[in-house]
Structure formats: C-alpha cells, structure tokens
C-alpha cells in the first residue's frame, strides 16, 4: 500500500465520510482552502490510480467512492510509521506518547485493562 500526500489523505476522509461522492461533493466538504475543482479531480484520479478509489460513470461524470476502508488505511499506515520511526517497537511508540506527555497513565491503564481483556 502506497503513501498518501496529506491532500490525498484529507479527499481520501471526505470519501470515508460521505461513501459515495462526486468531485463538487468532495470539494464542498473540504475546508476552506481554495481548490479548485480541477486540483481535487487530479487528486481523486491519482488515488483511482493507486488503487484507493474507483468510480460509477453517470455519462460524463464520475461519483467516487473508496475501495479501502479507513480502519486499513491507519493500520497500514501505523505499521509503516512504527517500523520507520520506532524499531517496529509498540512499545516504543507508547513510551514516546508517554514522553510527550499526549497519553496519560488513566488512558494507559485502559490499554492495560484491553490486552488483558484479550488474553
């Protein structure tokens, strides 16, 4: 699975959202940002391309709709990240958030509390 730039990820939750839409769809969910219609349309067919999106021709327009649900994404996506960054070490990737003070130890007792409840 290919990395997504940060636009293709942002049009890839927009899909995850609406499920089906066309271009002036996606580009009506976008935040502010100015896109213009043809620069989402680009974006939406190289993710056709990458095999991330497919399309339901309607004459000369195309409604769009994911072939990967979000959950794959961020699994792959977090696979990736803690081989790249984190020795493929989980618990690298915890005591880093741990570090940075972004997990709390109450959040950590529940991580506790569901691999316990796994076993």
Excluded: C
Aim: charged share 35%; hydrophobic share 35%; no cysteine.
């Amino acid at each position: 699975m290919e990395k997504l730039t940060n636009k293709e990820e942002e049009i890839m939750r927009v899909l995850w959202k609406l499920n089906k839409a066309f271009v002036k769809d996606i580009l009506a969910d976008l935040p502010n940002e100015g896109l213009h219609y043809n620069t989402v349309s680009t974006i939406v067919r190289n993710l056709e391309e990458k095999n991330y999106v497919s399309h339901n021709a309607f004459g000369k327009t195309h409604q769009y709709y994911p072939l990967i649900t979000k959950e794959e994404y961020r699994k792959q996506f977090m696979n990736m990240a803690t081989k790249k960054f984190f020795d493929s070490s989980y618990k690298n990737v915890v005591s880093f958030f741990a570090k940075e003070e972004k997990i709390s130890a109450q959040e950590l007792r529940e991580i506790l509390d569901i691999i316990e409840r796994k076993k």
